[in-house]
């Protein structure tokens, strides 16, 4: 009966229903993400010359530019450099910014592009094909600022063969090109006033390499001199190279000798090396040197040399005279016994330098010794710094100081005078993989039913009583906190706090490069721990089970890892031996069992319970297994010769069937081919794909679909659920189809074509896949396709606790950077083509097909968010019915919770506590008023009749 | 790394550079989208965020193996999607240079889309000739035969190639959140119930006082006048204790009242009497 109900107020709700603006960040969280910063691409800069505000810039280790608000922390701008530029082996990129100016130039293999610095919109671009750029400067000289205010920009390209061009800041056009015939290595360019140098690393005929300088003439290009620089002995890699400086008034480049003794600086376009020894008072080995100089042209030419060892770590201070252009050491910044980040900053022609060690923020200028402002600094643990970028502002004779910080944890922070502004978790950028977590609650009672379940009727009775007089000590806290909680529950606008219903869940996220974060859902979003699980750069994670309180990760090399879900406190590690190419969960068993899958295909273990699981081999296979057996498949599945498999999925693991049949409008019924046991895999073949539908158990074809003309480079998704699957691809014109773009595709499975008719599963009692005749039956397939807008990248389905509420099909958009939910009503293979619905097709809530389907704004799940790159899209049952939960991951974060048939079992914003208060009051008002009225005139009417 | 790195690259854009040269003619020209201010989109610039770009895709006729860089193990002839991709410019254009094929020389049909989260373009079709001169921009319609183009946006003159300027046309803009039903107590007066009951409540406290207030003589008058309409009978039915006959009289009963003001003044006796037995037996 309830069904019933609750049925017709799920078929009742409109089609959709959009997301109001007053719930946006309520009942969704988004992580507008970059990546995490890279030292030599993180900088402040004042966009506007007649603003002193500053933004924060950065080119990230995702390629991502951005523009973050150094006030909130909050994006301003951001682009995908790697949606331009071609080459996806892109190793370096570099962005540079001219003080005052509204662009800001970025390169990232082959392709150098100017932004607007305000709105992030393109100014230039341009593709050079002879090789990636190998540096990018802005040339600092008067004459270079053209009408558009822009600087010139020099790239040097190429990986054997040199070629410097200089391009005209406003229009990106070449103005003059130099290619360097020699042979030598392209290393780096670097630009004084009049000049510009060219850096070539030229191997000498033993080992190493000699520096060599080639100097052009800025306004036409021509070579007007070079020299060579005897360092062969000193550098053996291009890395040796410690820093060539550019943009300052004498640009210089800093190498060391191989035991790290002695310093040599040599200013650019002189022959002179400056030998400087270094001064290693414990003697122990130097782990790092670092040059800092600041890059503006009007800047003092002072630069700061950092060295650093195992366990602590000193600074020296350099003056460049402009005149001798001779290199003398200034001053010495104190030894300290921890690690040390120099950040250098600019103000006018004055350079600050700003150290930040474990316990404390100094800053200081670049002409005396003299500490400007210190503060104190608690560092957390696991809060290495990585690298800073800063802005000193002077008043009078205090500094106040703004850097932005790397931490080991991947965080990004905001520090002000030593106090954190804001953090910025953008380790979470790389997430590869995420999972739900049931976060622990319930089990203890459920341990105590199953107690109480097991006893005597007496035993029971008293367990059972005892229970309930140990919940009582709850009462006087609940008694307690009620007054509150009505207040707050009438005053607020906020919906009652739905935690209990299955809405605070915890959803683990495992990133590249090897952390593990755990997001709550229940306080929007927020991370509740962030540890680093694995030492490495490439973590690929098969699998996340959880189990009463803790998660164990599989990870590809065969490892596993145990953490507490609500500490993150590691409890076990396991060593892999062999690795995994997938992992099959069987999660029917309360504490959930594991099997990995060898990249052949088999199945590591054997298990003695029923059961089956399909995996993929690395040859292109599908095959079928016996849980209980991992020594030869099933069955074998092979798709025809040219085309081969790339995707197999199965139904989700919870996917309920509210309805086995599907009610016509005439009151007879289509029942649903419900198998607990298909697979759909995806072959393509040059240019086709086809969608195998397999019965799991026997390995039977029960459909299959071919799709030609299809782009098999772009997403191919596929996903099936409950008696449907659907899939998403681009297909071209072709001697068969006519239509060019992005297609979806929906097929709905049925036991027979006839309604009120089960086929031979009618009749059965018991029925078998594999021992009956030709079992199992081939479902009735109506399929449907659509034109879409623009290609989907994955695809997922909402589930709801019973699958009442209507499905909605999940979809990512990759070009629009936004998911959408696609009610499945509107994907119904039965609506009519060609003509209207007659009366009992509306009854049914169909309509008209038509083959363009615009995604209705209504659809998109994160309306006017920009949620970049997803990578992977998960939805979670709740408590309640009417509500899902949906999660995408990808460089972005986004979380957000949908009610496909409308929130019918709850009362949302919409519903006001205090008018129906009022209501009642008025009422009440009114009866008190009325009631004597009435009463008196009833006596009256009997006296007087 | 740098050594072993750029040797990799060598050969990947050696071999890219080495197509790039088999087949570079001059004569390419380039498409530049523009966005003139609509009434659904009044200022593109401020509108529309920088993520938006427009697209050109298609699928090209197989390549040969010979001239494939990339298939070196492959000997199969498999069509290589070629997308290619436009930011938008800070004037609220994009720019597509070399539209080209790479590695085949023949001639391509482009789907061209604008993609914006919030706005709506046409797309367009636009057919390149194998050296890179646009042949002809067309309207497309979505969910239509390829060749059912729409109208005409640029058909090049024989032999000349040019560069060429178009603009885009925005369709719709997506509506994204949903607007709650504001609660306003004029609203609420405008309910028919609401209203009804404010009727019902001025006749009940408000009639009896102006009734006398009224002039004596006037007051005798209305009561005579009203003794002869339905409302009279049907408010002296309802004091009697019958049930009133408004809703009759509204129903259109009024046709025939005198039988309505009958059973209305019968209803009135057997009341009474009910209320007196009641009484009796009390």
């Known amino acids: 009966m309830w069904l019933q109900v609750v049925l017709l107020l799920a078929s009742c709700a409109p089609l959709v229903l959009a997301i109001f603006a007053d719930e946006v960040n309520h009942v969704d969280f988004h992580y507008a993400l970059l990546g995490i910063p890279s030292a030599q691409r993180t900088f402040f800069h004042r966009p506007s010359s007649s603003s002193n505000a500053s933004l924060l810039y950065t080119l990230s280790e995702k390629s991502f ?379 203890e009672l459920v341990h105590e039913l199953e107690i109480e379940g097991h006893e005597s009727l007496y035993g029971a009775y008293v367990h059972r009583v005892k229970r309930h007089t140990r919940d009582l000590q709850h009462l006087t806290r609940w008694l307690r906190e009620l007054p509150k909680r009505i207040f707050t529950s009438l005053l607020t606008d906020e919906v009652s706090n739905l935690d209990g219903f299955g809405l605070a869940k915890l959803i683990l996220v495992a990133t590249q490069n090897g952390r593990l974060l755990a997001i709550d859902t229940g306080k929007d979003g927020s991370v509740s721990w962030n540890i680093k699980a694995a030492e490495t750069d490439n973590w690929t994670i098969k699998a996340i089970a959880t189990n009463s309180g803790f998660a164990t990760i599989h990870a590809e090399d065969g490892s596993s890892l145990s953490v507490n879900i609500t500490t993150g406190r590691i409890i076990s590690r396991n060593p892999g031996t062999i690795r995994i190419k997938s992992v099959a969960m069987l999660t029917d068993e309360p504490s959930g069992i594991v099997i990995g899958v060898k990249y052949d295909g088999t199945p590591l273990q054997s298990i003695n319970r029923p059961g089956h699981i399909v995996t993929l081999s690395d040859d292109g296979r599908a095959l079928g297994w016996s849980i209980r057996n991992n020594k030869s498949p099933l069955w074998e599945f092979l798709p025809p010769r040219g085309q081969r498999i790339t995707q197999a999925t199965c139904r989700p693991s919870h996917d309920p069937v509210a309805s086995i049949g599907k009610v016509l409008g005439d009151r007879s019924v289509l029942y649903k081919y419900l198998n607990p046991n298909l697979a759909l895999i995806t072959a393509v073949g040059d240019n086709s794909a086809t969608f195998y539908l397999l019965d799991a158990v026997s390995g039977k074809v029960l459909h299959s679909t071919v799709q030609t003309g299809v782009d098999t480079k772009q997403p191919i998704t596929s996903v099936i659920s409950e008696n449907w699957f659907a899939y998403s691809l681009w297909t071209d014109v072709t001697a068969t189809s006519d239509a060019k773009g992005y297609q979806l595709s929906i097929s709905e499975l049925y036991e027979s074509s006839v309604p009120n ?44 606790r019973q699958g009442i509420t209507i499905r909605q099909l999940l979809c990512t958009l990759p070009a629009s950077n936004a998911v959408i939910g696609i009610p499945r009503p509107v994907l119904d293979p039965r609506r009519p083509v060609g003509r209207d619905p007659t009366a009992s097709e509306t009854e049914e809530g169909l309509f008209k097909y038509a083959p363009f389907l615009e995604f209705d704004g209504k659809w998109y799940l994160t309306h006017s968010r920009d949620i970049a790159d997803i990578q992977g899209i998960i939805s979670s049952p709740t408590l309640l019915e009417s509500t899902s939960l949906v999660f995408a991951f990808g460089v972005d974060i986004f979380g957000t919770r949908v009610t496909p048939s409308q929130a019918f079992d709850i009362l949302g914003r919409g519903f006001s506590k205090l008018q129906l208060l009022a209501t009642i009051t008025v009422l009440t008002v009114g009866v008190i008023i009325l009631q004597p009225m009435a009463r008196k005139k009833e006596v009256d009417l009997l006296w007087q009749s | 790394m740098y050594i072993s790195l750029s040797s990799s690259f060598f050969s990947f854009f050696s071999l890219l550079l080495l197509t790039l040269l088999k087949l570079s003619p001059v004569s390419a020209s380039s498409i530049t989208i523009t966005i003139p201010p609509s009434n659904i989109l009044p200022n593109p610039h401020a509108l529309l965020p920088p993520s938006t770009h427009a697209t050109l895709t298609t699928l090209p006729p197989p390549k040969s193996v010979s001239s494939s860089p990339k298939n070196e193990g492959t000997q199969n002839v498999q069509r290589e999607s070629h997308i290619l991709a436009a930011p938008m410019t800070r004037s609220s254009t994009f720019v597509f240079e070399d539209l080209r094929l790479p590695g085949v020389d023949a001639s391509a049909s482009y789907l061209l889309d604008i993609r914006s989260r919030e706005f709506i373009f046409a797309p367009y079709r636009v057919d390149v000739a194998a050296d890179g001169t646009v042949l002809g921009i067309w309207e497309a319609f979505r969910g239509n035969p390829w060749d059912n183009r729409g109208p005409e946006k640029f058909v090049t003159q024989a032999g000349v190639s040019s560069d060429v300027v178009i603009e885009a046309k925005v369709v719709g803009r997506r509506g994204f959140y949903e607007e709650r039903s504001k609660f ?44 002869s309409g339905p409302l009279s009978n049907a408010g002296r039915s309802a004091l009697a204790g019958g049930g009133p006959d408004l809703a009759g009289w509204m129903a259109g009963a009024s046709s025939n009242l005198n039988v309505g003001a009958d059973s209305a003044s019968k209803g009135t006796t057997t009341g009474r009497e009910t209320g007196g037995s009641g009484r009796r037996r009390g």
């Open chain 1, 65 to 443: 530019l951005g523009a973050v608000n150094p006030k909130d922390g909050s994006i301003v701008w951001r682009q995908n450099l790697a949606r331009w530029s071609s080459d996806a082996a892109a190793v370096e990129s570099f962005l540079r910014a001219g003080d005052g100016e509204n662009t800001i130039v970025s390169a990232l293999g082959g392709c150098v592009s100017s932004w607007g610095a305000l709105d992030g919109k393109l100014s230039w671009m341009r593709h050079f094909s002879n090789g990636p750029v190998r540096d990018l400067e802005l040339l600092e000289h008067e004459s270079s600022i053209t009408n558009f205010n822009s600087r010139d920009v020099i790239t040097l390209t190429g990986d054997k063969t040199g070629i410097i061009r200089r391009l005209d800041g406003g229009s990106g056009s070449t103005k003059w090109e130099f290619q360097d015939e020699s042979g030598d290595l392209p290393f780096q360019v670097s630009t004084s006033p009049a000049e510009i140098f060219y850096v070539s690393l030229q191997p000498s005929l033993l080992k190493g390499y000699k520096i060599k300088v080639t100097v052009l003439d800025a306004r036409t290009g021509q070579q007007t001199k070079h020299q060579i620089l005897s360092s062969e002995n000193d550098i053996s890699t291009p890395e040796s190279v410690l820093f060539v400086g550019s943009n300052t008034a004498s640009p210089i480049i800093v190498w060391t000798d191989k035991g790290q003794k002695t310093l040599r600086i040599n200013v650019v376009g002189t022959k002179q090396v400056h030998s400087v020894s270094i001064e290693n008072e414990t003697g122990e080995e130097i782990r790092r040197v670092e040059v800092k100089a600041p890059r503006c042209l009007s800047c003092l030419p002072h630069f700061l040399v950092h060295y650093e060892t195992d366990s602590s770590s000193w600074a020296e201070v350099y003056h460049t005279d402009l005149h001798s252009l001779a290199v003398s050491k200034a001053y010495k910044l104190p030894r300290v016994s921890e690690k040390s980040v120099f950040a250098t900053s600019t103000r006018f022609a004055d350079v600050y330098f700003t150290r930040i060690t474990e316990s404390e923020i100094s800053v200081m200028s670049s002409a005396s010794k003299d500490v400007l402002g210190k503060w104190l600094r608690k560092q957390q643990a696991d809060a290495h710094v990585f690298h800073a970028a800063s802005e000193v502002v002077i008043k009078s004779d205090s500094a106040a100081v703004r850097f932005a910080t790397v931490l080991d944890s991947g965080d990004w922070e905001l520090v002000r005078n030593g106090a954190t502004e804001w953090t910025r978790h953008e380790a979470l950028a790389g997430a590869v993989f995420a999972s739900w977590v049931e976060m622990d609650g319930g089990e």
């Open chain 1, 757 to 800: 008719d089960r086929g031979p599963l009618g009749s059965a009692n018991n029925y078998s896949s594999v021992y009956d005749l030709d079992a199992p039956p081939r479902p009735y397939v109506i399929s449907q396709s659509f034109m879409i807008p623009e290609s989907i990248s994955h695809m997922g389905v909402t589930q709801t």
């Open chain 2, 184 to 227: 306003s107590p004029l609203s609420l007066f405008m309910n028919p119930m609401i209203l009804l009951a404010i009727v019902a409540s001025v006749l009940l406290f408000g009639m009896p006082k102006l009734l006398e207030n009224m002039d004596p003589e006037m007051r005798a008058e209305f009561e005579k006048q009203s003794r």
